[in-house]
């Protein structure tokens, strides 16, 4: 088990590091072949204000005189040594820019992750226990989350608490309040799939034998959801966090953009109506990190969680 | 509390949902009315209101919803009634593309690595992966951000995002069908692998690929709202679903103008799930 554990885990993180610097590459393709303003057009818009030397200087740094695979490869290189150029706005080192936002959208998301899985284990728990009719609404819940779009639930959020309830204001997004109701929007939409994966998985294993041999001794059902129930649906919650971290990471997008916070999305969102490209290129490319990493340590993690699990090296797709 | 041995009730969650067993439930019924009504909007929205959706009475700006406005007017006293029916075409049209998108380009995906297998599944897995890697509203951002803010681009960005999930789940079904006894059996029969395509893999693999379709067309619904709510759409005076709740939040006074427009969203959404999900049961 352990040797073979261990090639498990090398080939994944070897895997992990491909997709990694793959989805670097498609991005750069994204933005830089398709068509729309190139580099050199949208740095003459004299709204950026550079001089003529500066932008010799940009077009020498990135090449952008030279075939796109120079570029490509320009850019890999760079992005290999951790060097991830200067903003086309502000002239700001790109790795500056990004380090001042992430931690606002890091504690967003980590906030946003654990009102999640409260509240999705309290639909689950309410879905599974309470009297049918109950019951019968709180499974409804997740579809109903599943169908408002995220900057929907944050003004609706906003009118509510902000304006009429004065909970927080809309002034100072950084607010603990304001952060809590932001995170509440992030964390809406994730919750839905966590709660339905968590209900199945409740019905599925509340079936099995062992649950009647627990409950024959006597356990009673709040004991039996801790100690049994909740080991084994945990596997499955586990390797659902790809799809989380991705809806953490798109949502911040639009949810610092619905709550006027700073932060990546608010990066993401600047270098967009900017066409600020290197900005733009590394921060997709640190959300991909983040999301193949976590995806990583959730496949790594699976394993020694639920030994039930197969460790197997062949590809999968 | 005296006895010794207590045997907890089995949990009655299953049965209370289980009603009728034969014929559609009210709430598919409902569903399929609402879808209904969208579609007819799109299509015929002079039918449904005698408003224009750009040129309004500025005598009358910012009313609340009435008799006369049922969704309230907005900033210039356009009926917003008459702004979300006339918008319906562009954003249900827009996830339609996305869907087709998906569908077509990801089912080509899934249908070649399933079937052809070996290094064409591994390239074609791997290019999966890639497109994975990257959060989903991430790369419809990128993509709608290089091909310029319009509605048709946000509604192609939000398609690639697709692919990937069309990609998986028709690779799944094409692998689950291709080792199955009566392919083997059409194949010795001197079956062409275009016979055994047509005929075998894709009526096995369409009825799953349907159902993630009509779920997809939902998902689309609100990616393409989102793109339009941070203004990667078409400009206003466009009448998106996602422009109008955008262009109507910056007026706290008429709450109406994000309502209207988010509601006709969440019901739309909502509706599709839920057919979705009733195509997912009956089989």
């Keep these: ?317 | 509390m005296t006895s010794e041995i207590s045997l907890a009730p089995v949990p009655r969650a299953v049965p209370a949902t289980r009603r009728s067993s034969s014929g559609v439930p009210p709430t598919v019924l409902l569903s399929f009315l609402a879808v209904l009504v969208v579609v007819l909007w799109s299509l015929l929205p002079g039918l449904f209101t005698s408003y224009s959706p750009v040129v309004g009475d500025t005598a009358a700006k910012l009313d609340a919803p009435s008799a006369a406005h049922w969704f309230g007017t907005d900033y210039l006293g356009r009926d917003l009634y008459a702004r979300v029916v006339y918008g319906t075409a562009s954003s249900v049209s827009s996830a339609l593309v996305a869907v087709l998108i998906g569908l077509v380009v990801g089912g080509a995906i899934g249908l070649a690595s399933g079937f052809r297998g070996g290094w064409v599944d591994t390239v074609l897995g791997r290019f999966v992966d890639v497109l994975l890697a990257i959060p989903g509203f991430l790369l419809a951002v990128v993509i709608v951000s290089s091909l310029g803010f319009q509605t048709i681009n946000a509604a192609i960005a939000t398609g690639v995002t697709a692919v990937a999930v069309f990609a998986r789940l028709m690779r799944a079904e094409v692998v689950r069908v291709r080792s199955a006894a009566f392919v083997e059996a059409s194949y010795l029969e001197g079956g062409s692998r275009l016979h055994v395509l047509l005929r075998h893999i894709l009526p096995n693999a369409y009825r799953s690929v349907l159902v993630l379709a009509v779920l997809q067309f939902g998902t689309s619904i609100l990616v393409i709202a989102s793109l339009a709510f941070l203004g990667y759409g078409d400009p206003p005076p466009a009448s998106d679903w996602g422009l109008l709740v955008a262009s109507g939040k910056t007026y706290p006074t008429a709450p109406w103008l994000v309502y209207a427009p988010a509601l006709v969203i969440v019901i739309t959404v909502l509706s599709v799930n839920r057919i979705s999900r009733w195509l997912r049961k009956v089989k």
Excluded: C
């Design chain 1, 1 to 317: 088990m352990t040797s073979q554990y261990k090639r498990y885990a090398l080939t994944r993180a070897a895997q992990a590091i491909a997709v990694v610097l793959l989805a670097y590459v498609l991005t750069f393709l994204v933005i830089s072949v398709l068509p729309g303003d190139s580099i050199t057009n949208s740095l003459r818009d004299p709204q950026h204000g550079l001089s003529e030397e500066e932008i010799q200087r940009i077009v020498a740094f990135y090449g952008l005189d030279k075939p796109v695979l120079v570029q490509l490869a320009l850019s890999l290189g760079r992005f290999l040594t951790g060097e991830l150029g200067f903003s086309l706005q502000s002239n700001l080192p790109v790795a500056q820019l990004i380090g001042d936002a992430l931690p606002s959208t890091l504690g967003l998301a980590a906030s946003a992750l654990v009102i999640a899985v409260v509240l999705a284990v309290a639909i689950a728990y309410g879905a599974h226990y309470l009297p049918g009719k109950w019951a019968a609404v709180l499974r409804s819940i997740p579809a109903l989350f599943l169908s408002v779009p995220n900057f929907v639930i944050g003004l609706v959020l906003i009118e509510l608490f902000a304006f009429r309830l004065h909970s927080f204001t809309t002034t100072d997004p950084n607010s603990a309040a304001a952060t809590l109701f932001a995170a509440i929007t992030l964390a809406i939409p994730v919750s839905a799939p966590l709660a339905e994966v968590l209900i199945a998985s409740l019905d599925h294993e509340s079936r099995q034998d062992y649950a009647l041999v627990a409950r024959s001794r006597g356990l009673n059902e709040a004991s039996l959801f801790v100690r049994h129930l909740v080991k084994p649906s945990a596997l499955p919650t586990v390797t659902m966090v790809a799809l989380i971290v991705g809806e953490l990471l798109g949502g911040a997008v639009i949810t610092e953009t619905t709550f006027g916070r700073d932060g990546l999305g608010t990066v993401v969102q600047k270098a967009v109506t900017g066409e600020d490209q290197p900005v733009l290129q590394a921060a997709v490319a640190l959300s991909a990190i983040v999301f193949v990493a976590v995806n990583l340590i959730a496949d790594l993690v699976s394993p020694l969680v639920d030994p039930r699990v197969k460790v197997r090296t062949e590809v999968h797709a």
